[in-house]
């Protein structure tokens, strides 16, 4: 069973030998890693073709063009990709061990499961590194799952369709709300690998954007009918949440948020 793993880039250098090591050092044999990169200046390809190595199980695909957002890179990679499987990773985050693939692999000889998920990491210098379990809720709630970790049947791109390139911050999200006839039933079958997939390091488009993205996920779930009472007043709580972060930060008291967030993720 080949994994394809789909990496958008720019100007990563600084970052890409940390996700490169993690997919390399991984003892699943047939990965295919596709490069998505937005015309990079520094050495980012330079430092992948260096240091990936290629064998009759593993290869390297690279594509190098003109973007129009993230949504558009990951749907460029998932149409290259020639895998049964695909995952994102981002070109700053990492694999947390050696296993994760061939432990996702086991989970998808049960033909029964249609996408594969876990924990994650989020590493933050500014306010604390937790352990983030998916939240496994309402679809109208939040995001169920930790897109980084997820790894899913390219079939199910082609049936729901791939990223829609009008969302910039939440096209995860939106994607996954196509997957649910309604706010608490999926219509695919995820499997969660309780331990930690991803290190996911701060500093993402979606994590810079909060407001953005939260106006993007209004707009997903208004579309997708899942808009109710209950989402208003959970998307009215993160918009506080964000201006309280900001406003602790702003007056030196991050150590709040730092502890808030622990506390929110044991």
Known sequence: ???????????????????????????????????????????????????????????????????????DAFNKGVTAASGEIVAILNSDDAYANIDIVSKVAECFNDSEVDF???????????????????????????????????????KLYDEYGLFDVNYRLAMDYELVMRMYDSPSHPKVNGKYLEEVMVNMYAGGMSDVMEKKSIDEVEKALRFHGFWSDEASRNQSLRRKRIFLKSFLNKVGLGKIVALWRNYKWQ
């Open 116 to 154: 594969v998920h876990g924990d994650m990491v989020f590493i933050d210098e500014d306010f604390g590194t937790n352990r983030r379990r998916p939240l496994l809720c309402s679809i109208d709630y939040a995001m169920p799952y930790n897109h980084p970790t997820m790894f899913l049947r390219k």
């Open 1 to 71: 069973m080949k994994i394809s793993i789909v990496t958008p880039c720019w100007n990563s250098e600084s970052t890409i030998l940390r996700t490169l090591d993690s997919i390399k050092n991984q003892v699943y044999p047939s990965i295919e890693w596709i490069i998505v990169d937005n015309l990079s200046s520094d050495n980012t390809l330079k430092l992948i073709k260096d240091n990936y190595l290629e064998s009759d199980d593993r290869s390297l695909k690279i594509i190098s063009e003109k973007d129009s957002g993230i949504s």
